[in-house]
């Protein structure tokens, strides 16, 4: 996966409260007292149990062992009283993936002037193509990339991409914000200013390829992360255009290079850079000629979403989904030990567990007013393609689905006094999560590195980027056994000595009340979106309130 490997915030979301306060009062919505039906802690630990246990070989997908591992989360959905929900009535969603491998690269000519793969720049192709050739294509600086109609800003405004290469700036113009008041959140990042966006508004804008511009501290990442991310095996969603609407090649280039460029084409890298966070940017035509050719080699397969059903009883149309990721690592480089598996006992076991004894929950209560809809997601590892592909052929119509909750690496440390909701106040749902929070007498602290798009780099992205509003949220630090000081020795031990490591192993020492903690508090913000009749949206000013608008509306 190309994400940044700092992932304590990632897994627990909120900063010890010896660093950060509890945020200041904020309105929560009215909402009914939920009464949560008694968590079948065994069965969670059952299933975690099972599904890290050596014999599953890591859950990888699309390898040997998949069919049983599908087999026991279907067995746990249909002894929890779900339904079948997937395709032909069936527990499935089949999910097709290209993987696709640079075998051969040119250097990346700009201006005469060769560059080199890796060291340089890296670059691959989301079209399943097996080559791919850019030839004296004209570069266009066009800041950071972003049109937001509803922010006003469009750094495509006036520039016909067709044929050519946009050089893009990483994040969004107001990063080196210190706090988060500005046109694009300040500090924290939204998704315009995750390098997949920028990739998705260039190919909208007819670009034929995107690079883009390298820089630590907004990236939050080093140019190792991105050589090393980007020097392997990509996995893509197949589909039967064969991607042929992407850009004809993505990549990165270091600083370095950028400035280079600039310089040979007489202009000012820093000077440019500068204009481009203000409002009105106009792109800049470079006057120099980009080049690269690259061959891929592709191999096919497929792997499963597996789905399970409450149907509602009233509006059974109307659905609130419920999502965690059954997939890992399967085999990887052996520890000290000679253990080659990657469990994934915590990443994410604990999620499917949590999702089979929240399926359990809402049947024992019975039928809600709307249907609530349960899928164990693949790859996720591999770049979230399991909702990916679920986003782009949802089973159940995206302009019928209210919301939802997801579930990843649910931590055994015991019970916090404190959550956040990463992403920050975006939608209707923050003030669901404040009154729930309310009626728990928890208490909500901010997300740590607000500044990382935490929130765009998880299954339920794939979902509130086409407009459904998804909760994620993260139990905090400070514990109720022990405070902040044992909430973040804990999470640095997982992250130090465990995370996508052979040692993330089921444990029969867990502390589960933190996991069962999570659990009711997933049920109460599930449950009132499936008993009520409420219609929850992004707020007006969010990168994602048009495309929900738009969904409506169609209907789709």
């Known amino acids: 996966m190309k994400y940044s490997p700092l992932l304590a915030a990632l897994l627990l979301g909120a900063a010890p409260v010896a660093q950060v306060p509890a945020l200041a009062a904020a309105p929560a919505a009215k909402v009914p007292v939920v009464k949560v039906p008694p968590i079948d802690v065994a069965l969670m630990k059952d299933t975690v149990k099972t599904l890290s246990a050596d014999d599953m070989e890591g859950r990888g997908p699309s390898t040997a062992v998949e069919p049983k591992v599908l087999d026991a989360i279907i067995a746990r959905f249909k002894a929890a009283g779900l339904k079948p929900g997937g395709e032909k009535g069936g527990w499935l969603q089949t999910v097709p993936t290209v993987e696709m491998t640079v075998a051969q690269s040119s250097p990346l000519t700009i201006g005469g002037v060769g560059f080199v793969r890796g060291s340089d720049f890296v670059a691959t192709s989301f079209r399943h193509v097996p080559h791919t050739e850019i030839k004296d294509s004209d570069l266009v600086f066009v800041g950071y990339g972003i ?104 990549g990165w280039i ?66 609130v989904l419920y999502s965690a990721h059954w997939d890992h690592l399967g085999h990887c480089e052996k520890d000290a030990k000679g253990d080659g598996i990657c469990n ?33 997601l693949t790859l996720e590892e591999s770049g979230l393609l399991g909702s990916e592909f679920y986003g782009q052929n949802p089973l159940y119509p995206l302009a019928k689905t209210v919301g939802g909750v997801n579930m990843d690496a649910l931590a055994p440390i015991g019970r916090a006094r404190n959550y956040a909701i990463t992403g920050g106040d975006k939608s209707d749902l923050t003030g669901i999560f404040r009154a729930v929070l309310k009626q728990e007498g928890l208490y909500e602290s901010p997300e740590d590195h607000s500044e990382r ?31 902040a000081k044992a909430g973040a020795t804990a999470t640095e031990d997982y992250v130090e000595h465990r995370y996508h490591q052979p040692s993330d192993e089921y444990s029969d020492s867990w502390d589960w009340s933190g996991i069962t903690q999570d659990v009711k508090v997933f049920y109460k913000l599930g449950r009132i979106l499936a008993d009520g009749s409420m219609w929850p949206n992004w707020h007006k000013s969010d990168e994602f309130r048009g495309i929900r608008d738009a969904s409506l509306k169609s209907g789709k």
């Open 453 to 483: 798009g935490h929130y765009y780099r998880s299954d339920h992205f794939s979902l509130a980027k086409r407009g459904v509003p998804m909760f994620d949220i993260a139990r905090g630090q400070d514990l109720f056994a022990g405070g």
């Open 254 to 319: 270091q600083m370095g290079v950028a400035k280079k460029v600039f310089a040979a084409a007489g202009k000012d890298f820093a000077a440019l850079s500068e204009a481009a966070k203000q409002k009105g940017f106009k792109a800049v035509p470079l006057g120099l000629k980009a080049s690269l050719s690259f061959d891929s080699t592709l191999r096919r397969s497929e792997s499963h979403n597996v789905v399970g059903i409450q149907k509602g009883r009233v509006k059974p149309d109307e659905v």
């Open 147 to 250: 049109n937001a109609p509803e922010l006003g800003w469009n750094d495509y405004a006036g520039v016909d991409m067709h044929g050519k290469v946009a050089v893009i700036l990483i994040n969004d113009p107001d990063y080196a914000a210190k706090d988060e008041v500005g046109l694009f959140k300040g500090r924290r990042m939204t998704y315009y200013g995750r390098w997949t966006y920028k990739y998705e508004e260039a190919a909208r804008q007819g670009a034929r390829a995107a690079l883009i511009v390298h820089d630590t501290y907004p990236a939050a990442y080093g140019w190792n992360v991105v050589q090393s991310s980007w020097s392997g095996s990509e996995y893509y969603v197949a589909r039967p255009d064969n991607a042929m609407d992407q850009t004809e090649a993505n």
């Open 344 to 376: 994934g006992a915590v990443d994410n076991a604990t999620g499917v567990g949590a999702l089979v004894a929240l399926a359990k929950a809402n049947v024992k209560a019975g039928p809600a007013r709307r249907s609530q809809v349960f899928v164990a």
